[in-house]
């Protein structure tokens, strides 16, 4: 048993190494910016006083709470409708939200270019058609995550509970379900805005300037910035996620499954058989 | 709801509960949706791409992408050899890592490199691109402390912002999602079939032969299929990392939308995403029969 211990060690730390080092090293390279053995913040205060910084960031930040938006006001009511009325239609749209694995990022740009070539440019020639499209980008991963969520509560008793006391639907959906199910929404809304922060290849083609097109471009000129501000973007994506991953299974992984919105389908849908068996892994 | 209604439904059961025609207003939206940024840019894409420039039915794009004068089916070539070495590669060390990992009795550790594993899977793009160039680009840290110990890597044929680079790279977030995928099949290889295996006198390699392997191969194709089509789809980390040195399909249709490239053909780019469907298509297809398969093992 000793050499499976060894071998146990060995990869693991392999592992580990080689998710750590760049991290490190990055951090190092940041810090020095050229000048060897000596550590100073330069580069990250010379990017607070980068031109571009703010404003790139400003359309990520709403292109991405716009698709988390849409994200909600799309998949909430869709999946309680399909749970509590058509059951036997979740399989569809179970397979439906999965569609956007299939298609590269790429080809919906091509596809929505092409198609909506007379669309009024107010929709296609402003970052309003990224947070739509990120919509459907993020729908493997955002629509799991509510569906687990639904899947979680007793949705029949809650609904028959409130209107049997006299609730309308508004006051249903306030006051019932939107609470029961927010860790669901929560993680869906996560998600949606992990993804869209990160979002290079549809923006740049398009040619909108978010914070990674952005990035991008201040790569060539100084290296040094772009590397501190990847630091930054990558920090605040795996705090981002780690939270989720937290409230997840604080909650006896009961409603949002963070397998289920990171890996999406592969992991929560096809792989485990049910929600419980991921509990006991 | 009427008195009435209510005794008639709930004599119904659960399952017809509610129907109501009204409520068909709560799935039509997400369809709508999914129709016009989803089935109608992929519906235009595979259509466009058997028109001639005159809006014409033709096969220009598809022959002029097919012929060996152009530089297409190379790209190609590359992208699916890129996408393939990363997969392979990056799912038999995920294996070796999953099975370290589920031999380790510790659940603190397992719970740290699962949740680990979730956030570095979507790890990508751009950020993680110039981690790498930070690391072991020509001015990386590493390729210095290689340097300063005699061995600098790129007077040795490697490049960062190369195929290997990318491979590199690439491994990064495909590593990750390797483990998440396999976790569940090799947990569920149950310690009493390695016993009954033993009793019967088996050695430990007749049973990972005989057992352990078989059961394994159909979630292993499975997370190789999503790991391909993954590597296949990803555009952020090469352009950032080769600017376009190593053609890959994506990055030619990108460029080709961003005028970059001159064509008379308005409509190649559309030829060149049909193949990327048709690939990726495929890829998906074999999933879904390989997981099929999987599920039973699993119960």
Known sequence: MKRTRTFRWIALGLLGLYVLIPVAASVQFSLEAGYKGRLSFSAYSQAVAEGGLGTSLVTSVKVSAGAAAITLALLVPTVIFVNLCFPRWRAVLDAVSLLPLGVPAVVIVLGVLGAYKSVPSVITGTPVILALVYVILAMPYSYRAIDAGVRSIDLHTLVDAARSMGAGWGKLFSRVLLPSLRSGILAAAFLTVALSLGEYAIASIMGFSTFPVWLVGVEGNNPYVAVALSICALAFTWILLVTLAMAGSGRKRRSTGFGAGLVGPEVEVEISPSPEDEAVA | ?299
């Open chain 2, 1 to 299: 709801m009427s008195s009435a209604s209510t005794t008639r439904v709930n004599s119904a059961g659960r399952g017809a509960r509610r129907r109501r025609p009204w409520a068909l207003i709560g799935v039509v939206p997400f369809f709508a949706y999914v129709v016009i940024f989803l089935v109608v840019p992929a519906a235009a894409v595979m259509v466009e791409a058997f028109r001639a420039n005159d809006g014409s039915l033709s096969l220009t794009n598809i022959s002029t992408v097919l012929s060996s004068t152009q530089p297409w089916l190379h790209s190609y070539g590359i992208s699916l050899e890129l996408s393939a070495i990363s997969a392979v590669l990056a799912g038999i060390l995920g294996l070796v890592g999953t099975v370290a990992l589920v031999s380790s009795p510790s659940r603190m550790v397992r719970r740290l490199v699962t949740t680990g594993c979730g956030v570095l899977a979507n790890t990508g793009g751009v950020p993680l691109a110039f981690a790498f160039i930070a690391t072991i680009g020509n001015a990386g840290i590493v390729t210095h402390l290689l340097a300063d110990l005699g061995f600098n890597p790129y007077y040795h044929g490697f490049s960062l912002y190369s195929f290997t680079g990318l491979v590199i790279v690439y491994l990064y977030f495909l590593l990750p999602l390797v483990i998440l995928l396999m976790l569940p099949p090799v947990e569920a290889l149950r310690q009493e079939w390695r016993e009954a295996a033993a009793t019967l006198g088996a050695s430990p390699r007749h049973y990972w032969q005989k057992v352990g392997l078989p059961v394994l191969t159909p979630p292993f194709v499975a997370t190789l299929m999503v790991l391909f089509m993954d590597a296949f789809a990803a555009y952020a980390t090469a352009q950032a990392l080769t600017t376009g040195s190593v053609p890959l399909v994506p990055i030619e249709i990108g460029s080709l939308l961003a005028g970059n490239v001159v064509t008379n053909q308005a409509n190649l780019g559309d030829a060149l995403g049909l193949g990327m469907i048709v690939i990726v298509g495929a890829a998906g297809a074999l999933y879904v029969f390989v997981q099929r398969k999987t599920a039973r093992w699993l119960r």
